[in-house]
């Protein structure tokens, strides 16, 4: 759960918990745009960090959880699928000089492989 002491909100709230759409402002310069389920990221919703790194995608009790797609800040881009956090399934990666690579995962994935580069879980 969010923490509203760490920031601060614009949207709706019900019984004094942030719910359907709203904006929380994170006190170190995150935000997240979306929907809300008592108190909770829940829904379509869109993350964005400092850095410039942006996810779009599905969140489920403040975890990323479904069909998403992650920005990174260097113009990589991460789109598939999402449990808890961690990504699984079919995902494609591309950098931004247009090449490609292609996982499926039956489990969790751990990390993928690009030539020499390995493209760690964030």
Not at 20 to 36: E, I, K, S
Not at 91 to 113: A, F
Request: aromatic letters at 14%; proline letters at 2%; charged letters at 30%.
């Amino acid at each position: 759960m969010i923490d509203a002491m760490n920031g601060h909100s614009l949207g709706q709230f019900k019984d004094d918990k942030k719910n359907g759409q709203g904006t929380f402002y994170f006190a170190d310069g995150r935000t997240y745009v979306g929907n809300w389920v008592d108190h909770s990221m829940s829904g379509e919703g869109v993350f964005t960090w400092p850095n410039g790194d942006r996810y779009e995608g599905k969140y489920k009790d403040d975890k990323k959880n479904g069909k998403g797609t992650y920005y990174f800040a260097d113009g990589k881009k991460y789109v598939g699928n999402w449990v808890d956090d961690k990504r699984t399934g079919h995902s494609v990666v591309t950098w931004p000089n247009g090449d490609r690579y292609e996982k499926r995962c039956s489990q969790m994935c751990q990390h993928h492989r690009h030539h020499d580069e390995v493209f760690l879980e964030t």
